[in-house]
Structures are given as C-alpha cells and as structure tokens.
C-alpha cells in the first residue's frame, strides 16, 4: 500500500485504532520530548504541538535508518470551551469541573496533524493542517456527571470525555469529523497523503 | 443499571456494540416479519419500519414472559441522497454505483428507533423517534471506489459504505449523531430511555 515505513509519534491507542482503521501499517514511538507553545490560539497550539512530536521522533528514527523511506505522523488534540483550554484532568474532581462547564452546550474540539517523510534519507518535507469539530452536549445532572467519572473513562481524556466510550450516551450531536474528536482526522489525513503520492489507493 | 428485560430487535452487529458501548445489558431477537411501508419519506419509513420490528418482538416476548417487565427496542437505517433511498447494495456494481452517488457530496442518513415496554405484563406503552444525520464525502476516484468495494465491506451497508470502517478515509465531516449514521443513535435513545425512568444513571 506504501513504501515507507509510518512511524505514529504518539502513544494513544486510539490514534493507533484509527490508523488501522484506515488499513495502515505502522510502528510506534512516542516522543517523550518536553512541549513547549508559544501561542494561546487553540488552532495554533495544535498545531505547534503536533510539529514538535513529529520532528522529535523523525530526527531520532532518521539517524537509525538511513537512506530508508521514512514518514512520521505527529498529533495533538486539545478541547476549548468559552475560550478555555481543556486539557487531560488532573484528578476526578478536576473531571467534573469540566463536564460541568461541557455540558448542555457546544465546544470545540482541535487535532494538529504533521508529518516529516524523507525518500532517501536526504531531503525532508512536511505539512502540517488542523481540523476542528463542534461538539454538544445533552445537558447532564450532576448525579450523570458523578457516575460517568467513577467509571474512570474521563481520566486519560482531554476534556475528561470518550465520545467513542459510554460518554456517547451524552452527546447530541457533532459538526465536523468525528474522528478528529476520537484524537486523529484520519479522513484529512489519507487526503493529504494521497494528493502527495505518500499512499496509494490501496486504502 | 435498569429493571427491564431489554431485548433488541435487530441482528445488526453494529447496533449490539453501540448498546454495549452506553453500558446497556441485553439480549438480540432480530424480527423476521416481512416489512411493510406505506410512505416514501425517508423519516416516515425509518419510523414505520423500526414500529414493526420493535411491536413484532415484543408481541413474542411478552407471550413469554407474563408479568415480567419488558423493554423491546426496533430501529432502521435508511440512506437517501438526492431523493434516492440507498438500502444496501444487491452486488458489488450495485455497490459502486451508490458510491459514484455519494461521493464529493453531502447526503442524509435516517434511522428510526421504537421502544415498546411493560411493567408487568399487562399494560403496554410505546414510543418512536428518528435522527437524521447530514453525511458529506471527499471526492473519490473510481479507482478508489472499486479498491472500497473489493474490501467487501460496503457489501451489508445501507448506502454501500461503514462509516466505522475502511471508508473513514474517505468522509470530509458530518452533521448531527455520529452513532446514527452506524446504525444507532445511542445518544438520543439513552435521552428518551431516561427522562423515562427507564435506566437509571448507572450509564
């Protein structure tokens, strides 16, 4: 289907999930380099995010791998609601301030994207894009709320929410890409590659 | 999580794990009563439709199980583009000429949800709604329209695509539930199901 070998710069099996999905092949190897934004504009910090991971782990894997077609795939999500920035919470009662502020309304949901390939271990390209989706919430007591993170699905979550999980149950409806809200555009994603020569229509 | 015997009237894997992702426990009886519409509005046909499968189980079960309470829930999935309703393809040219409709262009897709209930055995109530959910798709080539259909999948879809498969490669965004366009919307149904008294917040 390709011939380069996919690194995914990102530890989260549903990026993982949502890359087979799409029938790629690829390795993993998270970037464990610090992050660092210089911007407070959630289309931005996506994608500045997104760029650090993938260069990180494009420089380390092109060292090993000389002259081999390499092409690494680098990710960031991040939630807004009312102009705050929702990250992963910090504990179950920070889990609930933000279903609170979440629930029974519509927030965004951001996804930076790039990726650094190399044919022959010389030249390097790459691009970055980002997508939003709008999602809304049902309105949801706080009995709702309690019980939905006692199930310790919101922990490892931005925005303390799995719409793929039992959170689905809460959601009225999205504008946008789902997948994108899951943690990886990969319909944005297989175009760019495709207009770029990068994966063929094997997919 | 909820005193009903919850069964569902459909064979659909699909619809299984979308129960299974709200938390809900349950057991599968699809209906083979043979089906009847009488309107060509895609809302009423997916509500027509879901009414027979969901009274047709649940005038089974109930012979049953006297006085034990029981929930049924039926549901159908319609796709309608241009007018056209999309069911699923009869072969696999069947299959490209749907995707030849829908790609690089937005679509609808209906499904109609009816839940018939009891407490004991004597008393019947019922209700029914529908979602519709705005799907729009990247341009595809033919070359990748016939690659989609060869992978078989689009072959038990209405529509001819999964939206949860290989084809999200292939989708630009939608408008509305996610699980809707799968096969269930879940979100919706957990709503109705609880302003109810039917689950309690166990989800």
Known sequence: MNN???VLA???PRRQELLKQI???FEVCPS???EQVTSAVPSEVVKELSFQKAEDIFQQKSKEMKSMPLLVIGSDTIVSCDGQILGKPAD?????RMLKLLQGRKHQVYTGVTVF???RGEECEHF???ECTEVEFYPMSDQEIASYVASKEPMDKAGAY?????CAAHIRGISGDYNNVVGLPVGRLYQELHRRNLCTVGI
Chains 1, 2 share one sequence.
């Open 4 to 6: 380069y070998r996919i």
């Open 128 to 130: 970055t894009f980002y």
């Open 117 to 119: 390939w190399t044919k």
């Open 32 to 34: 464990k380099k610090e």
């Open 23 to 25: 029938g790629l092949i």
């Open 10 to 12: 990102s530890a989260s």
């Open 162 to 166: 799995g719409i793929q999980g039992l």
């Open 92 to 96: 179950e009662a920070d889990a609930c």
